[in-house]
C-alpha cells in the first residue's frame, strides 16, 4: 500500500472538501433517515468491510505488520468508497483541528487475546498520515496495567508523557471518570460516570475490540468494548453492587442502552474489529481458539457484531456446539434503538480478500 | 431517614463483607503455586492475584467469572511465569477451589481436548486453541488451569511439569 503522507493543512482542507462532498453526491452519504439515522457517527447502516488475508498471521499466531497495515487501510477504504487514505480518513473524523485529540479504545482486558497492537499501530499510521499529532493520539482501555486487564502482558508499552503516542487506562491519575457526562442505562435504572478519555479527553474516538465468545452475551465485540468506558467493577462499593445488574439478563439491552449514550453513539467515528484471531469456546477469558484473518470496518456496530456472531457460531457449529446466537438478543435490542442494521438480508458485506 | 440508616447499615454490611474476603483468604491457595525456577527456566511474573466469589472473581477475569462460579468455584488464584531468556512465552496459571472440583473440569470447558493421564483425579489438553496450548486438570477441591501462548509441540510438556507441581502439592496440602 502506498504512503499517503499529507501536510497537515491538506488534511484539514480536505476534510472540509469530503464533508462537503457528502452533502452534494449520492454516493457513499451517510445515512440521515430511517434505519440507524440516531446515530451520528453511523454514516453507513449496515455496511461492514470484511477484509481478509491469511498471510497476516503466522502458523504460531504472530502477526505480520505490513500485511495488518495493508488490512486496515483496505478496510477504510472500501469502508468510506474513497480513493486515498486522506480522504477516507477525512471522512470518517470530520472537521479535525491539529489541538484535537483521537482516542483508540483497545481491549486488553484479557491479555491472552487483546486488540492486537499491530492493529492499533495501523490505525496510529493511518492517524498520523492525515495530521493527527502523535501526543494527540490516546490508546486506551479501562485499566492501565492491573489485574483486570494489561497494556503491557498485551504488548503495549505505556506512555503518558508528552512526546508520542500516548497508552493509558482511565486508572491512570491523569484520566479518571468525568461526573459531568453520565451515561444512562435505563432498563436497570442505573447511570454512570464515564472516562473522561471518552468524553473530554477526545473529540472522536476509534472503537478497536477483538472478537471473542462470551459466556453471557454469546459474543463480545463491537458494543460490548463500551463496559470498559464506565466503572463496573472499579466503581465505589455501592455503585459496584448496582453495577452487576449490567450483566443481568445476557446483558440484553444494558449492552444496546450503554452505546445509546451520545458520548459513545455521536463520537464513535469507526469501529475497527480485530478478528485475526478470535475465540469461540472459553471466553472471554482463554487464549485464541481460531483464526478468521480478518478486519473489520464499520461506522454500525450492529452489523459488525452480527458479522462477528457469525463467525463465532460458525466454529462452535463446526466443533459441535451449541451456537451462541440465542444469547445475543443485545444485537437486535440494539438494531430497534436504531444504532445500526441487524437485519443480515439489510447489510451491505463488502468482503476483499488479500494474500 | 429510615432509608438513609439503610444504605449506611448496608454499606457497612458490605465493606465488612469485602475485608473479610480480604482477611480470610488462607495462605494455602498460594501455597499451591511454583515458586520461582521451580520449574526450570521458569520465574513468576508479577505478583499472584486473588479472588473470592462472584465480585472477586470478576475483578480478575471480568464476564468470564459468572461462569466458574455457576459450576461452583468459589475462590481463585491466578500468577503467570515467563520463561527466563525468552521474551514473550508467558505460563499463566488459574488454580480455583470450589465445592465440587470435578464439575467444573466437566461443564466448564466444551472444546475438543485429548486427555493427558497422570496429573490429578482427570486431566485433559484443550486442543482447539490458536498459537497457544492450555491444559486442565481437577484434584478435589481444587480445578486448575494451564495455558502459555506457544503452539509448539514442547508447550504441552511445560505445561504437564507446571500440572505436576501443582498437584503434588495439593497432595502435600491436603
Known sequence: ?355 | MRRAFCLVAAALLLAGCEAWQHAATPPDLKALLPESGEIPGFERDGEASLGQGLEGLARIIDGAAEKYVKFSAERGIFQDYAIVHERGEIVSVAIYQARDAGKLFREGYEGRRRPEPGIGQEARARLELFGATALDFYQEPYYVELSINCGRPEAIEHLRQFAEAIARRIRTSS
Open chain 1, 1 to 355: 500500500m502506498k504512503n499517503n503522507k499529507i501536510s497537515r493543512r491538506t488534511f484539514i482542507q480536505s476534510s472540509g472538501l469530503s464533508v462537503a462532498a457528502w452533502a452534494t453526491l449520492g454516493q457513499g452519504r451517510p445515512a440521515r433517515g430511517g434505519e440507524a439515522a440516531r446515530s451520528s457517527g453511523n454514516l453507513w447502516p449496515g455496511r461492514v468491510a470484511a477484509v481478509s488475508n491469511p498471510g497476516a498471521v503466522t502458523a504460531s499466531a504472530k502477526l505480520q505488520p505490513d500485511q495488518v497495515r495493508e488490512m486496515v487501510d483496505r478496510a477504510v477504504l472500501e469502508l468510506t468508497g474513497e480513493k486515498s487514505l486522506e480522504e477516507a480518513w477525512a471522512l470518517l473524523l470530520p472537521g479535525l483541528k491539529p489541538e484535537d485529540a483521537v482516542g483508540i479504545k483497545a481491549n486488553v482486558i484479557n491479555p491472552k487475546l487483546p486488540t492486537h497492537p499491530e492493529v492499533v499501530a495501523a490505525v496510529v499510521a493511518g492517524l498520523k498520515a492525515i495530521g493527527v499529532k502523535e501526543n494527540n493520539i490516546v490508546i486506551w482501555d479501562r485499566v492501565s496495567n492491573g489485574t483486570l486487564g494489561s497494556f503491557a502482558k498485551s504488548g503495549y508499552t505505556l506512555n503518558d508523557s508528552t512526546a508520542g503516542v500516548r497508552c493509558l487506562g482511565t486508572d491512570h491519575e491523569k484520566v479518571g471518570w468525568d461526573s459531568q457526562v453520565k451515561a444512562r442505562v435505563p432498563s436497570v435504572n442505573l447511570e454512570f460516570p464515564v472516562s473522561r478519555l471518552a468524553s473530554e479527553m477526545v473529540k472522536y474516538t476509534i472503537n478497536l475490540p477483538v472478537l471473542k465468545d462470551h459466556n453471557t452475551p454469546g459474543i463480545t465485540y463491537a458494543l460490548k468494548n463500551y463496559y470498559g468506558c464506565i466503572p463496573l467493577l472499579d466503581a465505589p462499593l455501592l455503585a459496584k453492587v448496582k453495577a452487576s445488574r449490567m450483566h443481568t439478563g445476557n446483558g440484553n439491552p444494558q449492552i444496546a442502552e450503554l452505546y445509546n449514550n451520545s458520548v459513545f453513539r455521536d463520537k464513535t467515528r469507526l469501529h475497527l474489529g480485530d478478528a485475526l484471531l478470535f475465540s469461540h469456546v472459553n471466553g472471554p477469558g482463554g487464549p485464541a481458539t481460531g483464526a478468521a484473518y480478518a478486519i473489520h470496518a464499520t461506522t454500525d456496530p450492529v452489523a459488525m457484531d452480527m458479522v462477528g456472531l457469525e463467525i463465532v457460531d460458525r466454529k462452535r457449529r463446526e466443533d459441535g456446539l451449541e451456537p451462541v446466537a440465542a444469547k445475543s438478543g443485545y444485537i437486535q435490542a440494539a438494531a430497534g434503538l436504531g444504532l445500526g442494521v441487524a437485519d443480515r438480508a439489510k447489510m451491505d458485506l463488502r468482503e476483499v480478500k488479500l494474500g
